[in-house]
């Protein structure tokens, strides 16, 4: 099929796009120092750090990622997106007190308070690795498959090329003030638009589910798969993915710097409650699409175009502008995100380190030319995605490879006071010494008959685990009161209960927190 676009769709993306940069130096001009750049001076309030976080994760590559895995795997991919309820909860309630209590610009700025600079310089690595692998690179190539479509006669690495510039003009220009507030604006659209393109979808089937039934196993439509299922058996969503969810939500600086901006501990708290909240749509408005497909499109064999093919198939002229806006907008959101956190991982956790004299106006220029060089990288590397069958294995097995030595780190220095510096410099050898290994492995094409990746990554995680308390046992611990800044104690929720009794039921995230919960084994049961 031909990917013809109108003027009038033409125009609508046009002018989302210049409102995005005019947006991205209205903000500009109001910094006056880092913490404004960096943080947007730390006032944020609840349903900008929701629609953020929501915007964020879910990029142009998500929703290509995700309609391609519910074409071919399933409903089972779905279980990254409940998941991340459970974390987001889990984050709210145990480490976003610490990391605002400690009024931290980075989320590794954690590790060095409760390890040592080295421990944090290795964590910013490899977040400033994934970001730009991971979340700024992928993004680039969905979006620039659905960009080639409109203008078959541009090569791939010309739209990628154009696509880094929008973002990073904005970016560099309005720093994480022009992030969150073009993510809520972006949010939106792109809720409505993977509601339209839903709709369409269903409308154009011609017996409805019964026209998706009558083709796919009835296992597709399961969230929970049998043990034996080699994309996702069931245990791994409480080891792999739980493992993968808790770096993404918990411990990215990518994700976590929106709560870090947050006015208050309250407002951080909603956001992610409210974040959370919008990540249960994710099945009906972004998977359902995918098995609409396999009616649809029954000889398709390259799952990251199916929801490309959807867009230009289906749409009528006007909606699929603002579709495409919404496409446009997740990709921006990510894009952005992974720019601006890369961008203030290197400035705070080693520019300062070794300028600790600069000014915040020097710290805001190292920004900028930062989020430039970072932007190029991203270029360069976006092309080679192609090269994997699915967008989708991309992502997942980039971060199941790096991801477990730096949840060892978080989760053993909040839980364990008998964690030390040397526990960590010893896990995270050996972690290296295994994620080296396993990339490899798949970099070679050696069958080594390791189980599926996501069982794998927990494991690494939990020989990390032992690893750092073991070897904690040599060397000196910090001191109490060093301690009762980072670790986690009863007393810590006692005293969070005693504050939450001044505020109405429906203010009190647990409340919140468990109605999602609520939700989420409802929607389990129903799928």
Excluded at 112 to 134: C, D, F, G, T
Excluded at 394 to 401: E, I, P, V
Excluded at 448 to 466: D, S
Excluded at 483 to 495: C, F, G, N, P, S
Aim: aromatic fraction near 16%; glycine fraction near 6%.
């Amino acid at each position: 099929m031909e990917f013809n676009l109108s003027s009038l769709d033409l125009g609508i993306i046009i002018f989302y796009l210049l409102a995005v940069v005019a947006l991205g130096f209205y903000f500009g001009n109001k910094h006056k120092n880092a913490e404004d750049y960096f943080l947007a001076g730390r006032n944020l309030t609840w349903p900008i750090i929701g629609f953020s976080l929501f915007a964020s994760n879910m990029s142009s590559n998500s929703l290509v990622g995700l309609a391609g895995a519910g074409y071919k795997d399933g409903f089972s991919v779905y279980s990254y997106e409940w998941m991340a309820v459970v974390i987001l909860i889990l984050f709210a309630v145990f480490f976003l007190p610490f990391y605002l209590k400690n009024k931290i610009f980075t989320i590794p700025e954690y590790l060095e308070r409760r390890y040592s600079y080295l421990v944090r310089a290795y964590a910013s690595s490899i977040a400033i690795i994934l970001n730009i692998l991971v979340d700024i690179a992928a993004t680039l190539y969905a979006g620039g498959l659905v960009i080639n479509l409109i203008f078959p006669e541009l090569a791939l690495w010309q739209i990628i090329i154009g696509l880094a510039i929008i973002a990073g003009v904005y970016t560099i220009t309005g720093g994480l003030s022009a992030v969150m507030y073009t993510d809520a604006v972006q949010a939106v659209i792109l809720i409505l638009g993977s509601l339209m393109i839903t709709i369409y979808a269903y409308n154009a089937l011609d017996d409805g589910w019964n026209s998706v039934y009558a083709i796919t196993d009835m296992d597709h439509f399961k969230v929970m798969k049998p043990i034996d299922d080699e994309t996702m058996p069931w245990p791994s969503v409480f080891t792999g993915v739980l493992l993968i969810g808790f770096y993404f939500w918990g411990t990215n600086q990518y994700i976590t710097q929106r709560t870090l901006a947050a006015k208050n501990i309250r407002q951080g708290q909603w956001g992610a409650i409210f974040a959370g909240f919008l990540k249960l749509s994710i099945l009906f408005i972004m998977v359902f699409p995918g098995a609409f497909a396999r009616v649809l499109y029954p000889e398709a064999t390259d799952m990251d175009m199916i929801y490309p093919t959807m867009l230009f198939d289906l749409l009528p002229t006007g909606l699929l502008g603002i579709v495409l806006a919404g496409l446009i907008a997740a990709m921006m959101s990510s894009l952005d995100s992974g720019l601006n956190s890369v961008s203030t991982l290197i400035t705070m956790d080693f520019i300062k380190k070794f300028k600790p004299d600069a000014s915040s106006a020097a710290l805001m220029m190292y920004g900028r030319i930062i989020t430039l060089v970072v932007m190029i990288i991203a270029i360069v590397w976006a092309p080679q995605i192609g090269n994997f069958e699915k967008l989708w294995d991309y992502l997942q097995n980039t971060l199941a490879w790096f991801c477990p030595p730096i949840v060892a780190l978080f989760v053993m220095g909040l839980f364990t006071r008998k964690a030390n510096n040397t526990g960590a410099v010893f896990s995270i050898i050996i972690g290296s010494v295994m994620t080296i290994a396993l990339i490899s492995f798949e970099y070679f094409k050696m069958d080594v008959g390791l189980p599926n990746f996501l069982y794998v990554a927990f494991i690494q995680f939990l020989i990390c685990c032992v690893v750092l308390y073991i070897t904690s046992f040599f060397g000196s611990v910090k001191t109490e009161a060093e301690l009762a800044q980072v670790v986690w104690t009863r007393e810590e929720y006692i005293h969070e209960t005693a504050s939450l009794k001044d505020l109405a039921w429906y203010q009190n995230y647990r409340y919140q927190a468990v109605a999602l919960l609520l939700l989420v084994v409802f929607i389990l049961l129903a799928y």
